[in-house]
């Protein structure tokens, strides 16, 4: 949440700024600024809105080769020009951008102000500014390190001061932060998107650490400023998997990517001969796999949905007990941590707060965690014991969806595994592995459906409320085509397990309420066609999203029909067609659907 970039070398810093500012807007986008180095000083320019709306209003002369930027996603004080960072000190000395959150802002805020500080803005952050301007130390990192010192929570900081104009001084504590190097100019960003068109090597900053960053290169210290030693490394990325291309949004271009980022999490690890999954970044021996007694899944969001799928293959193929649980709920619960239970964190951008809160809780009371996370030497990829990683590609739209499919695949991956040291036979290993190696080509023909859908959702963005039912496999994509409706297209859409419709929800079923309920071709059928009629009795309109054998007994429904899989793997071939529905919807209502209102892409804040 929130982004960070900064720039310091021999070039004007705005246009870079600004180009990384847009890149990273899918991170928060509500108010956006910057600040640069002139040779008058400290110059700023923030203001509520788009970093479009930035850029059209600055200043004719805003030139300076060391300058920081931010966009914002408001957590302290309501998106407003006063609250959009860069803050600067009382002297506008020193300005600041910052991501995370200061958890004792407010008594810092009343310390300051006693000291006579006058508070411009309701923002946590603004009292960062002050605490760097206020310190007698001599050098900057001196300043930020003392400043940081008074702080409790959460950062990743870019700090500018008029006094050293050569440097920015970046610190990371919970909120990603790395420094990229050019050729005699160097970078900082809290994501790569940032500064990709110009450079991909790079250095992490781990938590706890300070960085002062010249057009010459960086060096790194702990907060008490003793050195520490970082490497560099060039990522393999391609900058043009940052770019939409030809597609309206990266939403629409993250879909029609799924059946390529598919193969790419699946290749090298399926074993034909043995009927099994190769993953090697687990770190775990077949002893040790085969005493694994329980998977506790953990994720926020969507991944949390797909951990519930996760959980299922894990029990059907490995036969182990196994579920899924909000990361943000667990750790608040006092869990209890077994040593014979695998747990199991699920991220596309590896940086979910809640998720890395709660690897953290598990590890420090002795447990097991791997990850499945997308993003390469992200937070949670490197806290936890081992890993698969998701290979989907960048991910920019808010709403995701490559990623998730490729964590379904990483779930089938590791039941396979858990499931060829115990029980599973080498037969249904093979079976499976079929299954996967065809679903690259089945993904492309729920993709082909596209026109139908975009009809079909043209006909839903009408109607106020939807809901969206299955049972048991089919719950978690009925949560996820939910949860994928709501958050593009504002629309209320509610998930429940259609076994649970009678129960109360039915009471809401109308002719102005559709339901979009999954069936797929299973030992469920005959039930869930009930419960479809059940429906239908009640006059609620219904679209079926299932499989061509399925018999739906002469039921006014519209069909949505996906190429049958194997029964383990069917429900991400039944979520595709639910994405579709949920980007022609927010199309429709002329939504933007990469950014939707009140989102942003990574949850780094609690
Ligand atoms: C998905 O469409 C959502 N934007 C959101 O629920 C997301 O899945 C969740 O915030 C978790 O993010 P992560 O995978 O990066 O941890």
């Not at 966009?71 to 998106?79: E, K, V």
């Not at 990361?327 to 209890?336: G, Q, V």
Request: proline content about 4%; overall charge negative.
């Amino acid at each position: 949440m929130c982004g960070i970039v900064g720039y310091v070398g021999a070039q004007q810093a705005t246009p870079v700024l600004l180009e990384g500012l847009t890149r990273l807007e899918h991170r928060g986008y509500d108010s956006a600024g910057l600040a640069v180095l002139a040779s008058s000083g400290i110059k700023v320019a923030k203001r509520a809105g788009r970093v479009r709306d930035l850029a059209g209003g600055l200043p004719k002369r805003f030139a300076g080769k060391v300058g920081i930027g931010h966009t914002r996603w408001a957590t302290h004080g309501p998106a407003n020009d006063v609250n959009a960072h860069p803050h600067t000190d009382a002297k506008g000395d020193v300005a600041i951008v910052h991501n995370g959150i200061i958890d004792n802002a407010a008594s810092l805020r009343q310390r300051l102000a006693d000291e006579g500080v006058d508070l411009v803005s309701d923002t946590d952050s603004e009292v960062l500014a002050h605490l760097v301007g206020r310190s007698e130390a001599d050098t900057l990192e001196g300043k930020v390190s003392e400043a940081l010192a008074a702080v409790e929570g959460t950062y990743g900081l870019a700090v500018l001061h008029a006094d050293f104009p050569d440097r920015i001084v970046v610190a990371r504590n919970g909120s990603p932060l790395l420094i990229g190097v050019g050729e005699k100019e160097m970078y900082v960003a809290s994501d790569l998107a940032a500064i990709v068109r110009h450079t991909t090597t790079v250095a992490h900053l781990d938590d706890g650490e300070i960085a002062t960053v010249t057009a010459n290169g960086f060096t790194t210290y702990r907060l008490d400023l003793t050195r520490t030693a970082r490497d560099v490394t060039t990522l393999d990325i391609d900058p043009g998997s940052y770019e939409a291309g030809d597609h309206d949004s990266f939403m629409h271009k993250e879909m029609l990517e799924q059946p390529a980022a598919a193969e790419r999490v699946l290749r090298g690890r399926l074993d034909e001969r043995f009927g099994t999954a190769h993953l090697g970044g687990l770190n775990m021996d077949a002893r040790e796999t085969r005493a694994i007694r329980r998977v506790k899944i953990l994720g926020c969001g969507s991944a949390y949905y797909v951990g519930q799928m996760g959980a299922s293959l894990v029990e059907e193929l490995a036969r182990i007990p196994a579920d899924a649980e909000a990361a943000s709920e667990f750790r608040y619960r006092n869990p209890i941590i077994e040593p014979d239970t695998l747990y199991v964190a699920v991220s596309q951008s590896g940086e979910t707060i809640d998720t890395l809160l709660a690897v953290q809780e598990i590890r420090r009371k002795g447990g097991r965690v791997i990850g499945l996370v997308n993003v390469v030497g992200s937070a949670i990829a490197r806290e936890c014991d081992g890993g698969i990683y998701l290979h989907a590609g960048p991910e920019v739209a808010v709403a995701s969806t490559k990623a998730l499919t490729n964590m379904f695949l990483g779930f089938a991956l590791l039941a396979l595994q858990l499931g060829r040291v115990r029980d599973l036979s080498i037969a249904d290993g093979r079976r499976l592995i079929a299954g996967l190696d065809r679903l690259p080509e089945l993904i492309e023909q729920v993709l082909a459906q596209e026109d139908a859908l975009a009809e079909l959702a043209g006909r839903l963005a009408a109607a106020e409320s939807l809901f969206f039912v299955g049972r048991v496999r089919g719950f978690p994509v009925a949560r996820e085509g939910a949860q994928k409706f709501k958050e593009i297209s504002y629309r209320h859409a509610e998930a429940y397990q259609t076994s649970e419709l009678k129960h109360g929800p039915l009471a809401l079923i109308s002719e102005q309420v559709p339901t979009i309920a999954v069936v797929p071709y299973d030992e469920l059928t005959d039930r869930n066609v009930g419960a479809l009629h059940e429906i239908a009795a009640r006059r609620g309109p219904l679209v079926v999203v299932t499989h061509a054998d399925v018999d739906l007994g002469g039921l006014d429904v519209t069909r949505i029909d996906v190429p049958r899989s194997e029964r383990e793997l069917d429900p991400i071939l039944l979520t595709i067609p639910l994405q579709l529905l949920a980007y022609h919807a927010a199309l429709e209502l002329g939504h933007d659907i990469d950014k939707p209102r009140n989102l942003a892409k990574s949850v780094t804040v609690e």
